[in-house]
């Protein structure tokens, strides 16, 4: 049960984590680049914002599939499952 407790835990920073580099990507804040093999640079803001969404709406359904796990289990009195 511990190590859930953990891993529920590490998703919840992971979340926040990423919820703050996102912020920060969409207000021009912060960008990122990619070196071809030419040494030219290339913006890959609009990618990794892609890819940001898409792990924050991971972590997300795993977040809310535990908490449905957990609010039925409380329900019929037994432990939650795991992820």
């Known amino acids: 049960m511990a190590d ?3 891993l529920i835990a590490w998703c919840k920073n992971q979340r926040a984590f990423l919820k703050q580099q996102l912020d920060m990507l ?3 804040q912060m960008s990122t680049f990619e ?3 030419s040494g030219e640079q290339v913006d890959t803001t609009a990618e ?3 890819r940001t969404i898409t ?3 991971d972590l997300d359904a795993l977040l809310a599939e535990e908490d ?3 609010t ?3 329900a019929k009195g037994h432990l939650p ?3």
Do not use: K
């Open 4 to 6: 859930l407790a953990q």
């Open 48 to 50: 990794t914002i892609r």
């Open 26 to 28: 969409e207000s021009g």
């Open 35 to 37: 070196t071809r093999e």
């Open 81 to 83: 499952s795991a992820i």
């Open 68 to 70: 449905e796990a957990e």
């Open 72 to 74: 039925e289990a409380n």
């Open 55 to 57: 792990l924050i709406n």
